[in-house]
């Protein structure tokens, strides 16, 4: 089960696992009352494992949720930037930023583990942003991109679907040439994230409607989620997905 939370954030729910991505409680300074509560998010925090965190800024990284998932004894990925001046950085995990390779992240005390890829994305030139594919322990695969933004990191994401089986990809909407991030990924299905970002300026705060024209040609089935709405993900037998390549 996936939910979509305010903005680029998800949880994921199998059977064994709960995966948060790009958690925030949206206190934003352009929209200082819109956001969550602190009560809201513990509650989502205690029912999550670990949380992938794609990079520095205020909608995709929340001191608070990390720190919160921390005392938890939960495990926070981030790039090497985040936070990188505070306390809070000592505790984080910073799995290597490298294209295609398996690492493992322990979580539920060791119990289990899952698989992650971090992609070595970067929004722009200089920011880093961790496009982050974790595998469950059922073989399921989402991918999350956080902002990626930037036309040379295609090198590597032209090919993910080349090395990994990627079932649910959930790019930021606006990322340039959607159409490409997909083929790369080349997911079983696309859940966007960051439509109408109340933190950024009218320009900035792209329309669910212009994520539906982007994709409406898309090979790839699309689930345009609004805020706090669930998708129930079935993946493909293995004969649906021998058929369908
Ligand atoms: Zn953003």
């Known amino acids: ?44 925090i ?27 004894d939960k495990p926070v990925v981030a790039p090497p930037d985040v936070w990188a001046d505070q306390p809070v950085h000592r505790k984080i995990t910073h799995l290597k930023r490298e294209a295609h390779s398996l690492q493992s992240l322990p979580i539920q005390n060791g119990k289990r583990s899952l698989k992650v890829v971090v992609y070595p994305g970067h929004q722009g030139n200089e920011i880093l942003c961790n496009n982050s594919l974790v595998f469950t322990p059922e073989g399921m695969s989402f991918a999350q991109t956080g902002d990626q ?57 792209e329309p669910f409607w212009l994520t539906y024209a982007k994709l409406e040609q898309s090979p790839y089935p699309l689930v345009l989620m609004g805020w706090g709405e669930s998708f129930h993900y079935l993946p493909p037998t293995e ?6 390549r």
Not at 7 to 17: E, L, P, S
Not at 46 to 72: G, K, Y
Not at 190 to 204: A, C, K, V
Request: glycine share 6%; aromatic share 8%.
């Open 149 to 205: 933004s930037n036309g040379d990191d295609f090198t590597w994401s032209d090919h993910v679907g080349e090395h990994h089986r990627v079932d649910v990809l959930m790019p930021n909407c606006w990322t340039p040439d959607i159409d490409r991030t997909a083929k790369g990924f080349d997911p079983e299905l696309i859940i966007t994230g960051h439509e109408n970002e109340l933190g950024h300026t009218p320009d900035h705060r």
């Open 1 to 44: 089960m996936i939910w979509k939370i305010y903005n680029h954030g998800f949880v994921v729910r199998t059977a064994t696992v709960t995966i948060g991505f790009d958690l925030t409680r949206a206190r934003l300074r352009k929209a200082p009352d819109f956001g969550l509560t602190d009560h809201v998010l513990t509650r989502i």
């Open 239 to 244: 004969v649906e997905t021998r058929r369908n």
């Open 46 to 72: 205690q029912q999550c494992d670990a949380l992938f965190i794609s990079h520095r800024h205020e909608d995709h990284a929340d001191e608070w949720v990390a720190q919160t998932f921390i005392d938890h």
